[in-house]
C-alpha cells in the first residue's frame, strides 16, 4: 500500500524531531578564550594572537588603575542578558554582542562573543596593597579569574644619556638598557617586547613599564635637555659616567656657571609587572610613585621629574659654590613594595682636597703657664709661647694632599710666618701649631692666616682663613 506525502511529511518530522531530543544540549555559556580589541585590531575581526585561553587554567593578567577592550568568546556566551555581566574589581560595559554566524565572517570560528571594556579599579600602594589583587569578572553561569597587577620591582635605574658623557671605562649604554624607551612594551602570549627587551613570553619574569610622561612630551623632553653638564662642560667641569659611578667634577670658576649651576643631572627608572600582561591598556595604567631619597653626603637634593619615572639630581647652591674636594652621594630609589636601587655619585673639585674650615683657635698668653700638649719648650727648658689652628680637611681620596699656610699682620710676633702641612691619607682634622715670641708688645695685635690647596694658593675658592687677636 503506497502511503500519501502527509503521512510521509508527518513521519519525517516525527524523526527530525526525535533526532533533536538525542542530542546534547549546548552549554549555557561556556568561554572559550579571550581576544584583545583596541588600537592594535586595524579591522573588527579576531586577532591570530589571543591573550588567553580557558584551557591556560590561569587567571587574564591586567594592569591595575587601567582600561581595556576585550572579547570573550564562547558558545552561548552572546546570549547572555547584560545584567549577567559583572565585574568585582572595577567597572565593565557591554559593548557589543556577535552571533556565531556573524563571527564565521569575523574569522573567529561558529562561536559566539561580547566586547566588553573593562576597567580595573587603582590600587593605594601607599596603604600596603598588594602587587597582585584577584577578581572575577561573572558572564552569565562563567566565571573569568581577573589578576590586577602594579610594578613592583625595577629593570633598571639608569642615568639618563642626554645627562651624561661617556668616560673612560664605562660600560654604561653598551647594554640592552631599557632607557629612552618611546613606546608603550606591551606583551601578550607571545608577543615580543619593544626595542631590545626580551621581557615577555617564553618563561620571563615581567613586563616592562614604558616611560609616562606628565604634561605631555615637550615638557619631560624640554626638562631633561637642560641639565649640569651643559651648564659646566664648557668652563672646565664635566658630567661623566665612570664605570657604574657619575663623577660630576666642578669648575674653579663657579662664577661664570652660578645661573645653571644648580642644573639637574637625571635618572631614569623602569619598572615591571610581576608577570606578562595579557592585554595593553587604552588609558595610562597605574605607577605608582618612586620614592627618592639620598644618602651620603650633604649638599644635593633628590625629587621627581615631570616624567613620573624620572628622577632629578642636583645641587644646593650653596653647596654647589663651595664644594672642595670629594663627596660621594647614593641616589636611592624606592618602590611602593620597598624594593630599592641605587645609583653612585661622586662630586669633586679640580684640585680633589681643600680645607673647609679653621675650626679652633687656642691663643697662649705671655708668660704662660704651663700647658702639656699646646707648648713647646727650648734647650735651654725657657717656654716657648704657641698659638694652635686646628683645620678641617674636605673629604678626598688623593693620597697627597700639601697645603700652605701663611700669616698677615703681627710684624715680628712670630718665629714663623709661613710653612707647609702634609696631612696623612685619611686625616679629616689636622693642627698647626706656630710658634710666637717672647715680644709682650703682640698682644692685642689683630692677626690673619690662610690655608690653601700648594697650587691653589691665591683661589678664593679653596682658601680657607681666620682672624686672631693676640693676648
Sequence with gaps: MTKSPSSLRTASAAAVAAAILILPAPALAGWERIEAVGPARTKDQCDTVTALRASDNRPLRLAAGSTFEIEVLGHGIDLVNSEAITFDGGDVRLIKRHGGPENLTRKCGAIGSVKLRLTINRASPESGAPVERNHILQIGDERIRVTAMLPADFRSFEWDRQSYSQGSGSSAGASGSSIGA?????????????GSQSCGGGGTTGVMIPPQVSGGG????????????GCIAARGGHVRLIDDRLEILLPDDRNTVSNCITNATFARVAQFYPHPLDVSASLTPQIPAMRYSLRGAQGATARPGSDPQTVRFALTRDFAMSAVGVHDFELIATSFA????????QVRSVVPYGVTRIARVTSLTV???ANVGLIERETSGRVVPTIDFDIDLAPSDASARPLVWSIQGGNGCFTQTSGRLTPAPGESRIRLTVPRTSATACNGSNIGITIAPESR???ALYTASASVTLR
Design 182 to 194: 618611546s613606546t608603550p612594551i606591551t606583551v601578550g602570549s607571545g608577543q615580543p617586547c619593544a
Design 218 to 229: 615637550g615638557t619631560a623632553a624640554s626638562e631633561l635637555s637642560t641639565h649640569l653638564r
Design 338 to 345: 620597598g624594593r630599592q636601587r641605587k645609583l653612585d655619585v
Design 367 to 369: 708668660p704662660i703657664t
Design 457 to 459: 694658593a691665591s683661589a
